[in-house]
């Protein structure tokens, strides 16, 4: 099984519609992150939370809403979707302290709003 | 400013042989780690190879190999061996992480096509 899971994994819908994408990890890490990936381009940061009370804005966090709702799940929240927020959505994880530090990605979200 | 420069936006090789991936970064943080990624046309971010600003020698992962200059601020992946299933985007990363903020900054990615 994967340790880094999306849901759903491609969703159209309108705009104006409200829609959630979910992240859950079976790696124990605390911290977890939201990125998009609009084509032709690297990632950029959404959101983060480094534990369930700690939720901090990223580079492009306006339009977004996060809810982590246990250490192991991270929702990410489009309030009213507009096509401008159609991209890949990346979930990712990551360990608190020493080493290196590693961010592990799921394998994305493909949202097309119309 | 933290800035991850690619400047490859594409690259081919023969199978067999090895490549190179460019990847220069701009940082005022006294200690910083680079990534390398790579993400097939399935989507997925996968993660290949670490190096941190402090580590003495580069990093090596089975054919991926970092070739770290800190003084030219270039952290190059080489693949050795490259076999057809590297052909994939690959993303050269940076963490940048201060009492307000952690994360990974990006670069735009190279496009690397290996052929028979």
């Known amino acids: 099984d994967a340790d880094v899971t999306q849901t759903p994994r491609n969703r159209i819908t309108k705009t104006g519609k409200r829609i959630m994408l979910e992240c859950s990890q079976t790696?124990?890490?605390?911290?977890m992150y939201w990125y998009r990936q609009d084509p032709g381009l690297g990632l950029q940061l959404i959101y983060y939370s480094f534990d369930v009370k700690d939720i901090n804005k990223g580079e492009i966090s306006d339009g977004y809403s996060v809810s982590r709702q246990a250490q192991a799940k991270f929702s990410l929240s489009l309030e009213s979707a507009i096509p401008n927020q159609t991209a890949l959505y990346f979930c990712?994880?990551?360990?608190?302290?020493?080493?290196?530090?590693?961010?592990?990605f799921g394998p994305g979200t493909r949202l097309t709003v119309l | 400013a933290q800035k991850i420069t690619q400047t490859q936006p594409g690259m081919f090789v023969q199978e067999k042989e090895a490549v190179t991936l460019d990847c220069t970064y701009d940082t005022s943080d006294p200690s910083y780690g680079l990534f390398w990624y790579k993400q097939p046309s399935s989507g997925e971010m996968i993660f290949l190879i670490y190096?941190?600003?402090?580590?003495?020698q580069n990093a090596t992962e089975g054919r991926y190999s970092l070739n770290f200059q800190k003084a030219r601020k270039s952290a190059n992946l080489v693949i050795s061996a490259s076999q057809l299933g590297d052909s994939a985007m690959y993303f050269c990363a940076m963490r940048h992480r201060s009492y307000n903020t952690d994360k990974l900054i990006f670069g735009t990615g190279t496009r690397l096509q290996v052929f028979p």
């Open positions: 190096q941190g600003s402090y580590d003495q």
């Open positions: 790696k124990g890490h605390d911290r």
């Open positions: 990712a994880t990551a360990s608190r302290g020493g080493g290196t530090d590693t961010q592990y």
